[in-house]
DNA sequence: ATTAAAATTCAAAAAATTATCACATGGTTT
DNA sequence: AAACCATGTGATAATTTTTTGAATTTTAAT
């Protein structure tokens, strides 16, 4: 899984160090902006999965940074304000904040509303995908999670399943094995492209004999392919 | 649809003409509250099928209405904001609101998310009046707060029973430790996800050997389902 | 038939994920 | 105050999946 990474605008250097300190040792990528200006061209660089905006900010203040980045992304922003009471909640949310945390803040606290944000947003992000394939024999249902061959539920690992889902769902195409490492694995997967082999070998084992209508086939010095027959 | 009452909270005078007359001319019955505590008190005198709820209103503002309303009944609630650029629904949702619609409104749309959201309303309502959910052996009430196995009723603390029972109302399908915090544990909530594990381990020493028509499933790499069969 | 490239297979190591435990916490009841 | 319960945490054990490296087989072309 690739690091998440985040962008820390904020004017304030002891704050910035200790967050980012702190952040990094829980396994996050963070970059750090010192005012608002900086701040956006950051975010269009660096393309953070999370924005931490502080409210008062030279050059720009975060209201207005709020504003240009939701005009082009919907990535989650936590702000940081210093003024408690005064605080409005309906009117961050209503630039499409995410949340808030109020200085000075426990770094702990931070870190368990960055991780809430970003749950937040996966879980919102992947919930509505009802994509079921079926041919002959086989169904795949990602919601589900689930393999039925022949009416049968059968037990298969994730990368099998994910592999499997996509080669169906793309049947007749085929993917070279990067191919395949790039789209089922993900771009940033570094690793020897026999596993895909490995993977098409036990996936075989269960497709065996289940259906004559399809298969997965090997297209010689190219691939493979979920052939119809 | 025969005498569906509707009660319409909103401060400006055009837009309650233009509504009222709209929805009548539509076979509805529609009063009008024209701030928050006479909609709250026409609420209790009318007992309406459906509120539209503005947001900004005098006295008491609609957030506030919506929340007394929701204590005392789940009738419908439809929130009519003026904001409309960067609302957040899930504000909203949080107080139980059912839709929106944002100003200025075409009352032909207003009109058809009336019939919608009445139309949830009923199916939902018709379709299990009580809360329940029933399997083999298993029978999970919200409403009494109450897990029966075999016919016994089994004492079990108030997040085992959301989670079982959120996980049975949606058999089958899988849910991330993520999502399920999300809707079990609400979207604010701050922790960690192995929290999910041990609710599902002390649900499953109460199941275990309840059925062998359903179970506590993990789904390896992904979360867990209430799988079937 | 020979050869080199490509694909398959296997088993063991490595990595990732889940299960479980004992304890901490905070709120309630006795 | 003590005992209790529900809930959450962090650490460790157990399990499962994934990857790797090498041996083996298949393929296409000469």
Redesign the interface.
Known sequence: MMDTKILLIDDDANICDLVKIYLENEGYEVKVASDGSEGLSFFKMYEPDLILLDIMLPKKDGWQVCREI?EQSSKPIIMITAKSEVFDK?LG????ADDFIVKPFNVK?LS??V??VL??Y???A??NDDDVIKFENIEISL????LKLAGKSVDV???ELELLYFLASNSDHVFTRDQLLDKVWGFDYLGDSRTVDVHVKRLREKLDGVSDKWMLQTVWGVGYKFKLV
Not at 93 to 96: A, Q, S
Not at 143 to 146: I, L, R
Request: hydrophobic share 25%; proline share 8%.
């Open positions: 939701r309906v949310l209503e630039l499409g606290e368990a509303r991780k809430a749950r937040r996966n879980a919102h992947s919930q919601q589900k999670y689930e690992p994730p990368k």
